[in-house]
């Protein structure tokens, strides 16, 4: 279970399904942006960043657990339309909504504790999104068995996770230091924002072969 491996296979996996994976996150995604903007253009520049953790918590969790149960489905051989799984998606949000505010609060005081707790606290919540999509568990019990199930994999998870939001965070940077979102054009920044939210999307990738390396011991044996 090398960590270069699993991002390879996320990485072949998502480039060839990208453009389902396209078709079914972008439009929530763009939408997300637009009240992002709609948000910071009624705030000013002084507002508190918890607007943008409720927008996030508001779409975040329907483009997220409608590509979880479409990497779920793909990985058995099944090919689910995506009115069908915005549709599951949707019926989640509720407990999905509360589940990345718990994850986002618990991150939040971790990475006030200096940025080391953050990211132990980041890597043992990495299955909790899918314990509870797939498995059905309730927030506090998905947490609690990520908590259970990242057991002796706390660094391959985090040398997952950083080998994926390293990179992404650069291009983020990047992208913010050609195109400085202050006083540039709405639109040109709307889709900045929406292929940077877009390529975010691969940790889930990377994060659910993971999952189901460890989750499933016949996997690990055959790497």
């Known amino acids: 279970m090398n960590p270069l491996t ?12 990208l453009l389902a994976i396209a078709a079914l996150c972008l439009p929530p995604i763009v ?11 009624s705030t000013g520049p002084k507002g508190s960043p918890v607007f943008d953790i409720l927008v996030g918590l508001l779409f975040y969790p329907l ?10 489905a793909r990985s058995h051989g099944d090919n689910p339309r995506t009115q069908d799984l915005w549709a599951m998606a949707l019926r989640l949000w509720p407990t999905f909504a509360l589940l990345a505010a718990l994850n986002t609060l618990c991150i939040m005081l971790g990475m ?5 707790p953050g990211l132990w606290v980041m890597a043992k919540l990495a299955f909790s999104e899918y314990l509870m999509v797939l498995r059905g568990l309730p927030p506090l019990t ?7 199930l990242t057991q002796g994999h706390f660094w391959r998870i985090l040398s997952c996770i ?12 990047a992208s913010s230091q050609v195109y400085p979102p ?42």
Do not use: C
């Not at 483009?63 to 779920?72: E, K, M, R, V």
């Not at 006030?112 to 080391?116: D, E, I, K, T």
């Not at 998905?142 to 259970?148: D, G, I, N, R």
């Open 112 to 116: 006030s504790l200096f940025v080391l």
């Open 31 to 41: 939408l997300e942006a637009l009240a992002e903007q709609l948000v910071a253009h």
């Open 63 to 72: 483009y997220t657990g409608a590509l979880i149960l479409f990497l779920d």
């Open 182 to 223: 202050e006083g540039g054009n709405r639109l040109v920044q709307l889709v900045i924002d929406s292929l940077n939210s877009f390529l975010q999307l691969f940790t889930t990738v990377v994060l659910y072969r993971l999952f189901m390396l460890v989750a499933d011991p016949s996997l690990r044996e055959q790497r």
């Open 162 to 173: 950083l080998l994926v939001l390293v990179p992404l965070w650069a291009i983020d940077w």
């Open 142 to 148: 998905a947490v609690k068995q990520s908590f259970l």
């Open 6 to 17: 699993v991002v390879q296979d996320a990485l072949y996996f998502f480039r060839r399904h």
